[in-house]
C-alpha cells in the first residue's frame, strides 16, 4: 500500500520530462491510477482550478485532462488557441505564465516550441505539467502508456517493445522509450532512414546498455513483439512538405499482418493515427489504442492529484 510520505516525491513539483521521475515513482502512479480506474468520480479537487493551455491542437491530451478534472470536481480555465488569448497581440510566454498562475492551481501546458514546458516551470509559482512540448517530450502520454501496457502485459519487465514510425519527430516513443529502459526491455527501432531514432536517444541507451535493434521492414519486428507501438508521421515538424510526402504512409499495419503475431501482444499508438493502422484491425482482440486513450483518463487523475497532494 502507498502512503502519503511515499508520494510526497510528486507535491508542488512539474512533470515536463519522464526522466523528472524514477522506475519506483512510475510504479506508484500506476498503483493510484489503478485506484482511479476502480472509482473514477471523487471530489478531491473541489474548490481547486487548474489552467489548460494548449498552443497546438488536441483530442485526447485536452479532453482527457478536462474529463479527469471534471470526475475529481474541479474546475477548468484556459484556451484551446492561442489565437483567441493576449499571445496574438504579441504577450510573452512568461508573461501569460505568471499572468495565469495568478488564476490557478496547477497548469496544464502544450507548446510547439521544444524546452518551452521547462521555462514554463521555471518561471510559474505553481506547478506546470507538460502536455507536449514540440519533438521533446510527452510525460503524461507515456505515463498512461506503461500503465496500458501494465495492465496488458501483467508486468513492466523484461518486455519486447517495436516502435514503429516517425522516430524522429514523435514525442511519445522518446519518452515511453527512457522510461521502459528502466525495466530491461529490448527496443525494436522501425523507421525509414529519414526518421531513425535520434543519436541522443540510442546514446542514452548504450549507456544503461540496454539492447535495440533498428529495422526498415514493419514485419520483421512483429513475430518476437510484445507490444507494437505505432505512431503517425508527424506532419507538422517537416520543414519541406515533399520529405513529408516521401514517408508519409511508409507504414501502414493490416490485420493480416497479425497471423503470426504472440498471444499477448497488444498494438498501442497514442493516436490520433492518420493511415498507419488499416481500420481492419480495430476489430482485432490485439488492438488496443482506444482502451489505452481511456486509461489516459485514470493517469492523468492519478498525476494530478497527487502533485496538489490530495491523496
Ligand atoms: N496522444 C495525443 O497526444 O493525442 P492528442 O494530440 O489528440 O492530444
Redesign the pocket.
Known amino acids: 500500500m502507498l502512503n502519503a510520505n511515499k508520494l510526497s516525491f510528486m507535491k508542488n513539483k512539474s512533470l515536463i520530462s519522464i526522466t523528472d521521475y524514477s522506475r519506483d515513482n512510475y510504479l506508484k502512479l500506476i498503483e493510484i491510477a489503478e485506484g482511479f480506474e476502480k472509482n473514477p468520480r471523487q471530489q478531491l479537487l473541489e474548490g481547486y482550478v487548474i489552467a489548460s493551455l494548449f498552443f497546438e ?6 479532453l482527457s485532462f478536462e474529463s479527469a478534472i471534471n470526475r475529481l470536481g474541479g474546475r477548468i480555465v484556459g484556451f484551446t488557441d492561442a489565437s483567441s488569448s493576449s499571445v496574438k497581440k504579441g504577450e510573452s510566454l512568461k508573461d501569460t505564465i505568471l499572468t495565469v498562475s495568478n488564476y490557478s492551481d496547477l497548469i496544464v501546458m502544450r507548446h510547439p516550441l521544444e524546452g518551452s514546458a521547462r521555462f514554463a516551470s521555471d518561471v510559474a509559482p505553481v506547478p506546470v505539467v507538460n502536455a ?1 512540448d514540440g519533438a521533446n517530450q ?1 510525460p503524461t ?1 507515456c505515463l498512461l502508456d506503461l500503465y496500458s501496457i501494465k495492465k496488458t502485459q501483467g508486468t513492466l519487465e523484461n518486455l519486447n517493445i517495436a516502435l514503429v514510425g516517425d522516430l524522429k519527430y514523435g514525442r ?1 516513443v522518446h519518452s515511453l522509450m527512457m522510461a521502459m529502459s528502466n525495466f530491461n526491455a529490448t527496443f525494436n527501432f522501425i523507421s525509414p532512414d529519414s526518421l531513425r531514432m535520434p543519436d541522443t536517444y540510442k546514446n542514452y541507451l548504450d549507456e544503461k546498455g540496454i539492447k535495440y535493434y533498428e529495422h526498415d521492414v514493419l514485419e520483421d519486428a512483429l513475430p518476437h513483439a510484445d507490444i507494437v507501438y505505432m505512431t503517425r508521421v508527424q506532419k507538422e515538424r517537416f520543414s519541406d512538405p515533399i520529405e513529408y510526402e516521401k514517408v508519409k504512409n511508409v507504414y501502414i499495419l493490416r490485420n493480416a499482418m497479425l497471423e503470426e503475431t504472440k498471444d499477448n501482444l497488444r498494438i498501442l499508438h ?3 493515427r492518420v493511415n498507419e493502422i488499416n481500420e481492419d484491425v480495430d476489430t482485432n482482440p490485439k488492438a488496443y489504442y482506444f482502451e489505452q486513450a481511456l486509461n489516459g483518463v485514470y493517469m492523468r487523475q492519478a498525476i494530478i492529484s497527487s502533485i496538489l497532494g490530495l491523496r
Open positions: 491542437p488536441s483530442t485526447r491530451t485536452r507536449g510527452h502520454q511519445t497514442p493516436l490520433p
